[in-house]
């Protein structure tokens, strides 16, 4: 059975930063599976935060510039560091994979963790 379980999660004031980790077992993912980040904030629909596949890095628009994933295969773990967090950036972040593709598409992704709470304070 394939887990995801994010951690790295927690309250920060404006401007700091967090190292979200997801750590996949059941099964490894390699490069050539896409494992990507989701938010969902209270009233809003779950939107993409990033995904990689091999090299390729993709990011949400509201992300860009500040936030960056990286994976170590090896650990069969996947990161997102989130730098210049703002007020808005509070959200369930939930990390998810899928075995073909790539992209921001949601029900695209065959497996999800249960998410990680991350709280910016202004």
């Known amino acids: 059975q394939v887990q995801l379980v994010e951690s790295g999660g927690g309250l920060v004031q404006a401007g700091g930063s967090l190292r979200l980790s997801c750590a996949a077992s059941?099964?490894?993912?390699?490069?050539?599976?896409?494992m990507g980040w989701f938010r969902q904030a209270p009233g809003k629909e779950r939107e993409f935060v990033a995904a990689?596949?091999?090299?390729?890095?993709y990011y949400g628009a509201s992300v860009k510039g500040r936030f960056a994933i990286s994976r170590d295969n090896a650990k069969n773990t996947v990161y997102l560091q989130m730098n210049s967090l703002k007020p808005e950036d509070t959200a369930v972040y939930y990390c998810?994979?899928?075995?073909?593709?790539?992209?921001?598409?949601?029900?695209?992704?065959?497996?999800w963790g249960q998410g990680t709470q991350v709280t910016v304070s202004s």
């Open positions: 990689i596949k091999w090299s390729n890095t």
């Open positions: 059941g099964r490894t993912f390699s490069d050539d599976n896409a």
């Open positions: 998810a994979a899928r075995k073909n593709g790539v992209g921001a598409l949601r029900s695209a992704y065959d497996y």
